[in-house]
């Protein structure tokens, strides 16, 4: 953008060519157009395909995770931005959810319980089981903390809030899902929702 002063015919505004003449409080201005590929490079297409299918999710789940648990933790950022500047390296050029490892059910400042562990429950179809160290007599978390899970197929998104608390140790939860792979994260929320734990990511095959 170039300042200018104006010749005898007065200030240059509107376009012409590729340059704009404009005038900004009293002060006149020119400045080129961008060119027509822009803001449309190949770099740029992937980055809006990976955006757009975070964000779809993101606007999927607002009910139900976004607003309860990440508005919480959002801090000058909205949850759902935090949502989806979060997750966005969890999604391929293409718009993929592809590293699910890196993919992010919950965040906050609520412990997650030690030695979490999941497996596939064989004895009921669909069912999983979880383990893990109850620390809440030391300090770390609150016996009511309640258990929650994202389940994640190439179709849905589920997310269950179970009646498990931090206290029981355990859990065997069935999951409306279908036989295959499933992707659950597991994290834990005050009784009364005001605080989250991080998640624990296990991949699963179901029988």
Do not use: C
Not at 2 to 7: D, E, S, T, V
Not at 78 to 96: C, I
Not at 170 to 183: F, K, Q, R, Y
């Amino acid at each position: 953008m170039g300042k200018y002063n104006q010749g005898i015919l007065g200030p240059f505004t509107g376009k012409v060519g590729a340059i704009v003449g404009s005038s900004w409080r009293g002060v006149n201005y020119i400045k080129s157009l961008p060119g027509p590929n822009a803001s449309n490079s190949e770099a740029q297409q992937k980055q809006r395909s990976r955006f757009k299918s975070v964000v779809s999710l993101a606007s999927s789940l607002m009910e139900s995770l976004i607003r309860p648990v990440w508005n919480l933790v959002g801090g000058k950022m909205t949850g759902y931005n935090l949502f989806v500047k979060t997750n966005m390296p969890a999604f391929d050029e293409s718009g993929a959810l592809v590293n699910y490892s890196e993919f992010h059910a919950s965040m906050g400042a609520l412990p997650l319980p030690e030695i979490l562990t999941l497996q596939d429950d064989v004895d009921v179809v669909s069912g999983i089981e979880l383990s893990w160290k109850d620390d809440s007599a030391t300090g770390v978390g609150n016996a009511d903390d309640k258990l929650h899970l994202l389940v994640m197929t190439p179709e849905r998104v589920h997310i269950l809030n179970t009646a498990s608390v931090r206290s029981d140790q355990s859990a065997e939860i069935t999951l409306p899902v279908s036989a295959g792979d499933v992707h659950v994260y597991a994290f834990f929320g005050t009784a009364d929702g005001d605080k989250f734990s991080p998640d624990s990511y296990s991949k699963i095959v179901l029988s």
